[in-house]
């Protein structure tokens, strides 16, 4: 049964995207994100901005999850460009987007990915269980693994702490979908996010020679170190091909 909203309801949805406009707006032209500049460039006052959004971390938080949520479904169009069976095409396509994103969008990426998580217990599991691009890069990780049956460690043979990590997981995936037996792939699936994500941040940040960015060898080079890993095998350079014209495009 689909819910009617009333008119109330309508209004502070439509409250709420226009703060996100506003505050990506802002980001675009370079300003700060700030209660008072969201509020001044959408002509109201700052305390009537607080009846939707209690505080900075609150602005900000909405305005990441919004932000991850367009982000992906450029992720989505990018890897949707491969046949709907060539999982690792698609991998590589949605990988080289994410970086793509990242570089065009540097403000954007900051505010979704740079963002100091909630010291609470509880608000930082449901930020990161809320995570569109996590849910979306798992999503197609276990489809790969399921496709091509790639090694993964089994959970007594990792340290006891991992092991209890992955067994109750705070991740952006739908634990349910893989068997209590594969829990190793969240482990896989973290080292592998880990290294996407951190070659991309050292990127947007600008953390080593520009030349290099700008050739997106250290980034193809990372992306090729994985695929024996997820079992994507690559005899006549398909895939390596597929990738530096990614890349090429940017």
């Known amino acids: 049964m689909t819910e009617t909203l009333t008119r109330r309801e309508r209004a502070r949805e439509a409250t709420y995207a226009e703060i996100v406009s506003t505050s990506r707006a802002l980001l675009r032209d370079g300003s700060e994100l700030s209660l008072r500049a969201v509020a001044g460039r959408m002509g109201i006052t700052p305390p009537a901005l607080y009846r939707y959004v209690a505080s900075y971390q609150e602005l900000v938080d909405l305005v990441a999850y919004e932000i991850d949520k367009s982000a992906t479904e450029e992720f989505r169009a990018a890897a949707a460009t491969q046949d709907e069976d060539d999982l690792a095409g698609q991998l590589v396509c949605a990988a080289v987007a994410f970086r793509r994103w990242a570089l065009r969008d540097r403000a954007e990426f900051m505010v ?5 998580v909630a010291e ?13 691009s996590g849910h979306y890069f798992n999503d197609l990780l276990v489809r790969l693994w399921r496709q091509r049956d790639f090694p993964r460690p089994d959970l007594d043979d990792l340290d006891p702490r991992i092991a209890e990590v992955m067994r109750d997981p705070i991740y952006p995936a739908d634990v349910s979908a893989i068997p209590a037996a594969d829990r190793g792939l969240l482990w896989v699936f973290q080292q592998a996010w880990a290294t996407l994500y951190g070659t991309v941040t ?3 940040f600008g953390h080593m020679d520009p030349r290099v960015i700008d050739s997106g060898e250290l980034f193809a080079q990372m992306l090729l170190g994985w695929m024996p890993r997820l079992a994507i095998d690559d005899p006549d350079g398909h895939y390596t091909a597929l990738l530096r014209s990614e890349i090429a495009r940017d």
Request: charged fraction near 20%; proline fraction near 5%; charge should be neutral.
């Open 202 to 204: 050292l990127e947007v």
């Open 112 to 116: 979704a990915f740079a963002n100091p």
């Open 120 to 132: 609470s217990n509880c608000l930082r599991r449901e930020l990161l269980t809320a995570s569109t």
